[in-house]
């Protein structure tokens, strides 16, 4: 008997806002909320956005006026919707029109003759070149003359043909939220996201940590492209270039593993697996299938999975919009038909589109096993009892698709059939599609979950693609993916691609339901979704999401009723707990975890014995256990 991994907690934050309670879902589909819920997510907007403040739980503008709900709504509603999502990327980032990079200018003396100029002697470089003549002229400045002439970088500006990207709703600085010295952006994301997921379960950390013995816990979080801004990897490695230093920070930090790490470090305490999986564009699956497998194994009873990822720099806009991947202004233009560019509508999955739009997200989900979760009456918002990853095998371009993608989705049908039964996923399941917005992969993907969906006799199956509302975050791409099918078990809403307004007519729809209007399903309720995606290299990964009523259905029928009925009461409690966290977030009090230097574990109080391990700070001990898997080979 396996256990069941079910999600009891998830958070982050990306272009649509705060994730957890299904605000993000909530922004990307709120033409189609009841107004309570429409102005409550647009006033938490309002407080992270800094364009209203609370104080004693009253809403005030900025000249310290009461507002309500519905005063915030009328007053700054159209620009919380203008300021989330795609968009024209802000100053913030950089400045697109006037992206900064270096020329290179080569000097002469008129004539061929020699020319002068003075500097400071520290500025002169080392060695001089063999045709400088140095000439002190005081304690600080030489005089240069130069007899061949010499090649000199000068700062200039130029505009770039990528102005798009899924960025965090205008005015939410992460690094804001605590106290993020050096942090690169991706940790500052993974810090404050981990946190909201962590929150969001209504149960507090201690206890979890407390139910369980210390290697119980695992943590699986990473970056795809590292971290790239001026305090990782970019500064690393643009030190040189603009004459500054090497911090002792920028590489350690920018390693695609300090996701995992800073969670263990300065949120968790954690003691127990670790790891950072990447695979490309589908990174978060290949860390959830192992968060997965942990559990059902047995070798983890509670895990937390995600992916910091904060990619729009110019280093990214640059490096993917060399490959054409990327939505420029002139492509956008072209597609749309007009000179004037909407770049709200730069991600366009399966209709005419001209590349994928960058975007940054920090997502995490906390798993438990089945029994652990009953055990502490946590809320259950659906289970994840398979991931299926298959590379492409042979292929000449290592970033196009490949076959892989067909066993991922074919083996994750199958697998959803066997646990839900074929009418369920015939009738009631979705699929969260990749939909890079790319005009290879409208097609490719297509015809694959076409070609899968006639395979098991599926019609009119619906296709979600959350990247048309908040862009391609790379590694945290499917966490997104993730979110957003809570949301629609929530909600009972499948959010339209309403970015374009028709589908391509290359796209393969024989089977498919690509909807560019949000699907009403109360009336035929979800019970499973399949999260689809594919990364450069071949990484492809499909993942089983069930939905939170057949977890209980299976719940009920492994424990019976008495205790499923224990459990509703337990949970109660702990809803209770999570909605007071809710209420606060939606006020600006986020609670951030960042436990730096504190509860550091004293190494000489390590207590071990042959059966068990004492950790200090942990009130299990860590037990040794027996291990049988090789016994029929043993003597």
């Not at 998830?10 to 107004?35: K, T």
């Not at 403040?53 to 900025?62: G, H, K, P, R, T």
């Not at 003691?271 to 194994?297: E, H, P, R």
């Not at 399966?350 to 739009?357: D, K």
Request: net charge negative; hydrophobic share 40%.
């Amino acid at each position: 008997m396996s256990r069941l991994p079910v999600i009891v907690g998830f958070g982050g934050y990306n272009a649509a806002g705060r994730s957890s309670f299904h605000h993000g879902f909530r922004r990307m589909v709120i033409e189609s909320l009841p107004v309570a819920d429409r102005q409550e997510t647009l006033a938490g907007l309002a407080v992270l956005m800094k364009l209203v403040s609370v104080e004693n739980d009253q809403y005030l503008d900025a000249d310290g006026q009461p507002l309500s709900a519905a005063d915030i709504e009328q007053r700054f509603g159209q620009q919380i919707l203008d300021s989330t999502l795609v968009r024209r990327i802000e100053k913030r980032y950089l400045d697109v029109d006037a992206a900064h990079w270096q020329k290179n200018l080569t000097v002469t003396g008129e004539a061929g003759k020699p020319f002068s100029f003075i500097t400071l002697s520290k500025q002169l470089p080392e060695p001089l070149p063999s045709d400088w003549v140095v000439e002190p002229l005081n304690d600080t400045e030489v005089m240069v003359t130069v007899y061949d002439g010499c090649d000199l970088k000068i700062d200039s500006f130029r505009a770039l043909p990528v102005k798009s990207a899924g960025q965090l709703p205008s005015g939410l600085e992460p690094g804001e939220l605590y106290a993020s010295r050096f942090h690169p952006r991706g940790l500052q994301l993974t810090i404050v996201s981990a946190t909201d997921a962590l929150r969001s379960v209504g149960i507090d950390w201690q206890t979890i940590a407390n139910s369980v013995e210390p290697d119980e816990v695992a943590v699986f979080a990473s970056s795809a492209m590292s971290q790239l801004d001026e305090n990782s990897f970019g500064g690393l490695m643009q030190s040189r270039l603009k004459g500054s230093r090497v911090s002792a920070k920028q590489l350690a930090l920018g390693l695609n593993s300090m996701p995992a790490d800073f969670i263990n470090a300065y949120i968790l305490g954690s003691v127990g697996t670790t790891g950072a999986i990447t695979g490309a564009c589908a990174s978060f699956l290949y860390n959830l299938q192992k968060g997965s497998d942990m559990i059902t194994s047995g070798r983890a009873r509670v895990v937390l999975v995600g992916n910091g990822e904060a990619p729009i720099t110019q280093e990214c806009l640059e490096g993917y919009g060399a490959m054409g991947a990327l939505a420029t202004e002139d492509g956008l233009r072209q597609v749309g038909g007009s000179d004037e560019v909407d770049f709200r509508r730069a991600s366009r999955p399966f209709s005419e589109n001209c590349g994928f739009t960058l975007a940054e997200s920090g997502q995490f989900f906390v798993l438990m096993d089945d029994a652990l979760a009953m055990e502490l009456g946590a809320d259950i918002h659906g289970a994840v009892p398979d991931v299926f990853i298959n590379a492409d095998g042979f292929k000449k371009s290592i970033s196009a698709p490949g076959p892989g993608n067909y066993l991922t989705m074919a083996k994750a049908v199958h697998a959803a059939m066997q646990i839900v039964g074929p009418e369920a996923v015939r009738q009631r399941s979705f699929i969260h599609a990749h939909g890079s917005s790319t005009p290879a992969n409208r097609v490719t993907e297509s015809e694959i979950l076409d070609r899968v969906a006639a395979a098991f006799d599926i019609s009119s199956w619906p296709i979600a693609a959350v990247k048309a509302y908040v862009g391609h975050s790379l590694a945290s791409a499917s966490a997104d993916q993730l979110a957003a099918t809570l949301g629609s078990f929530k909600y009972q809403i499948i959010p339209g691609i309403k970015t374009i307004d028709q589908v391509a007519a290359d796209v393969h729809q024989q089977r498919l339901l690509i909807s560019t209007r949000d699907i009403d399903r109360s009336q035929l309720p979800l019970e499973v979704a399949f999260i689809n995606s594919k990364g450069f290299g071949g990484n492809n990964a499909s993942a089983v999401v069930i939905a939170p009523t057949v977890v209980e259905r299976m719940l009920k029928k492994r424990y019976g009723v008495a205790a499923f009925e224990a459990w509703q009461q337990r949970r109660e409690q702990t809803r209770a707990s999570a909605e007071a966290y809710n209420q606060r977030a939606l006020r600006g009090q986020l609670d951030i975890i960042y436990n730096f230097g504190q509860n550091m574990i004293d190494e000489s109080a390590i207590e071990i014995s042959d059966a068990q391990i004492q950790v200090p700070g942990f009130s299990k001990a860590l037990t040794f256990r027996t291990d049988e898997r090789f016994k029929d080979m043993l003597d």
